[in-house]
């Protein structure tokens, strides 16, 4: 079993759609929790970052973290044709070199 | 504005020809990184360097080795290139890890086809 599992997609969904981005983990030793987000040929970007559990909103995008379930969701309000990428969540311990474990990406396509 | 250069798009190597993969950032970032990223296995760790001429062997370090001689470059070597190697190649460059540090900025990545 890999330490971060995500479902790679693709998720498609019509324009305007509320779209719910998941991952679950294993290693409870993970304290940050991050969102990238990678569009086509290029690199990843940090579009989200919590510490601990909770949630944190910006703009239409609010990451949630629920370490009881060891579960972290991503939810992307009125969903835009631009917002089409891949969102791969990557998580980290606290202490050491705090090397951030990835999960596989999950695609969404949002469909005018 | 933050910079994480890869010094090429696209590759193609012959199989067993040493190949290196160059990264080079503006930041003064103390932490880099190179992943390679293929589908349906997301990114996955090669090395991992928290200073200069220190490393730290990733998730998947056979057949690859690094070099860090200058705290602005991260070079990738691919020994003896093998078709399996074929992916996509991604630098990233951090502050050191800790709370309010631990965005990577990442290049735009090397697409390596081994022949």
């Known amino acids: 079993q890999k330490e971060v599992e995500q479902d790679p997609g693709p998720l498609s969904v019509p324009e305007g759609a509320i779209v719910s981005l998941n991952c679950t983990y294993s290693?409870?030793?993970?304290?940050?929790f991050m969102w990238y987000r990678q569009y086509s040929r290029k690199g990843p970007e940090l579009l989200m970052y919590?510490?601990?559990?909770g949630n944190k909103e910006d703009g239409r995008f609010t990451a949630q973290v629920d370490k009881s379930s060891k579960y972290i969701s991503l939810f992307i309000r009125d969903s835009q044709p631009s917002d089409s990428a891949t969102y791969l969540c990557?998580?980290?311990?606290?202490?050491?070199?705090?090397?951030?474990?990835f999960g596989r990406g999950t695609s969404l396509i949002v469909h005018p | 504005d933050v910079k994480v250069t890869q010094s090429s798009r696209y590759l193609v190597k012959r199989t067993g020809e040493k190949v290196f993969l160059e990264c080079v950032q503006d930041?003064?970032?103390?932490?880099m990184f190179w992943y390679r990223q293929d589908p349906g296995l997301g990114l996955r760790l090669i090395y991992f360097?928290?200073?200069?001429?220190?490393?730290e062997k990733g998730d998947i370090p056979e057949g690859y080795s690094v070099s860090r001689e200058k705290k602005e470059r991260f070079s990738l070597i691919l020994e003896s290139a093998s078709t399996n190697q074929t992916s996509m190649y991604l630098c990233?460059?951090?502050?050191?890890?800790?709370?309010?540090?631990?965005?990577?900025?990442f290049g735009q990545g090397t697409r390596l086809t081994v022949v």
């Open positions: 919590t510490y601990s559990s």
């Open positions: 360097s928290y200073d200069v001429k220190m490393k």
């Open positions: 990557a998580m980290s311990q606290a202490g050491g070199s705090y090397i951030p474990t």
């Open positions: 290693n409870s030793a993970f304290q940050y």
């Open positions: 990233a460059s951090r502050l050191p890890g800790g709370q309010g540090n631990t965005e990577a900025f």
């Open positions: 930041m003064d970032h103390e932490n």
